[in-house]
């Protein structure tokens, strides 16, 4: 599924088999926290993330062998010209119950697709409109428009989008644990060789 906003793709994938999420949660409750930055927030904001390299743990490797298969299709739908999407860096990302955890709107620099996947339900995830300082200091005509989308969390549900969106998630406040897992690609290979109409060699790359 292609969700068009703003104009801007997301690409939504749905796990039918959802029980892995069940030994994935059993995994995760073991995995150790790191000091991500939000260690200064009130408990009750935070939210708390493992290391970032999940993707290298072979105990994972149902969930990512599927966020591969994904990441494959997107690439040749949107017609890539490179060899490959690698996930260069991963993590969970626990939103305790009975609190307001919450992510605050930002980016992934040095990445080229995001991506967020639901383990459990909760609060959604609001992308932001890039362009919404388009009125700032200006006469404003205000319509129906939003200026952000959200995206419910939904188990299973994996959705790819560009890494420079802003965006951020709801206070959770429900009775159960949000968590989520998050990853981070790059191009890899000969990227551009094909497409380069114009000759100039600074368009292409070949990255290890």
């Known amino acids: 599924m292609i969700h068009n906003i703003f104009p801007i793709k997301l690409y939504e994938y749905n796990l039918k088999d959802l029980s892995l999420n069940s030994s994935i949660l059993d995994k995760l409750s073991n995995e150790q926290f790191i000091d991500n930055g939000n260690n200064q927030l009130p408990p009750q904001l935070r939210s708390y993330q493992t290391n970032h390299y999940l993707h290298k743990d072979d105990s994972y490797t149902s969930l990512y062998s599927w966020f591969t298969d994904c990441i494959n299709d997107f690439a040749n739908n949107e017609q890539l010209d490179c060899d490959n999407l690698e996930i260069t860096t991963s993590w969970a990302n626990k939103y305790p119950a009975y609190t307001q955890s919450h992510q605050v709107s930002h980016s992934?620099?040095?990445?080229?697709?995001?991506?967020?996947?639901?383990?459990?339900?909760?609060?959604?995830?609001?992308?932001?409109?890039?362009?919404?300082?388009?009125?700032?200091?200006?006469?404003?005509?205000?319509?129906?428009?939003?200026?952000?989308?959200?995206?419910?969390?939904?188990?299973?549900?994996?959705?790819?989008?560009?890494?420079?969106?802003?965006?951020?998630?709801?206070?959770?406040?429900?009775?159960?644990?949000?968590?989520t897992i998050s990853f981070n690609t790059m191009p890899t290979g000969k990227i551009n060789t094909k497409s380069n109409s114009s000759g100039n060699p600074s368009c292409i790359l070949d990255v290890k």
């Open 108 to 179: 992934h620099r040095m990445s080229y697709i995001s991506a967020v996947y639901y383990l459990t339900p909760g609060s959604p995830t609001c992308f932001n409109d890039p362009l919404i300082q388009r009125t700032n200091n200006s006469l404003e005509v205000h319509n129906n428009n939003s200026r952000s989308a959200l995206v419910e969390a939904q188990p299973g549900k994996l959705i790819l989008f560009p890494s420079w969106l802003m965006h951020s998630s709801h206070p959770h406040q429900a009775q159960f644990d949000r968590w």
